[in-house]
């Protein structure tokens, strides 16, 4: 059995966002709703088939990591989310078994790219080790694009990006989390699953370096 303690921060948010992820993303049933994805032995309606051997832990409540009054509202450069992510987890070891914390990092945009998420934390040129810690998820960028169904669109994106970080692919031809969004509306209900073979990957996290966070940098395939 993997358990994982599941972090949240929250990196130079505007107040108003501050305040509806306070009230939405950063409350108890929507971290619950995150970790019942990977959660042993689910079988809630919404989320077919999750996988037995991991157990996510959410840590109820957020870290506040903007640095300064005046990063308020800017958007964020991969090496700063980095930085940010090893002062939400501390230093980690991966090399005998997932580590024991993953982070969201709540934050305003992308500075180069226009995106719901991203899982940063690849490995690459050394930025960060062990890699497939965490993941960010951008407000703002959400808030562009969806006047409704926003607290949706953030629950896909967030486990869309924790299924990066247990090293899963994108997959634009099944209904599951590893869809890439479309900027014109969020996914129905049916999209609120991983795939039959998406979690055989993830049933892997406790034997298989390559799947379990901090195992191995991020590798496409």
Not at 39 to 66: F, M, N, R, W
Not at 166 to 192: C, E, I, W
């Amino acid at each position: 059995m993997a358990r994982i303690s599941l972090k949240f921060g929250a990196l130079n948010l505007w107040p108003d966002a501050l305040g509806f992820l306070e009230s939405s993303a950063l409350d108890p049933p929507f971290q619950e709703r995150v970790a019942m994805v990977f959660e042993q032995g689910s079988t809630h309606p919404e989320y077919a088939g999750s996988a037995p051997v991991i157990e996510l832990i959410p840590e109820l409540g957020y870290t506040d990591l903007t640095q300064q009054a005046g990063d308020i509202g800017k958007p964020v450069e991969r090496v700063q989310l980095n930085a940010t992510l090893e002062s939400l987890l501390g230093k980690q070891s991966g090399e005998d078994g997932p580590v024991p914390s993953v982070g969201i990092i709540f934050t305003t945009q992308d500075a180069y790219k226009y995106l719901f998420g991203l899982m940063f934390d690849q490995g690459e040129f050394g930025a960060h080790l062990p890699a497939r810690e965490g993941a960010a998820v951008y407000l703002d960028e959400i808030h562009n694009f969806r006047s409704t169904e926003i607290e949706e669109q953030i629950l896909f994106t967030t486990v869309h990006e924790l299924g990066h970080v247990f090293h899963l692919q994108h997959n634009d031809v099944s209904a599951s989390f590893m869809r890439r969004s479309h900027k014109t509306g969020t996914y129905p209900a049916r999209y609120f699953k991983f795939t039959r073979r998406q979690n055989d990957q993830l049933r892997k996290c406790d034997t298989d370096p390559e799947v379990w966070p901090g195992g191995s940098p991020w590798r496409y395939s």
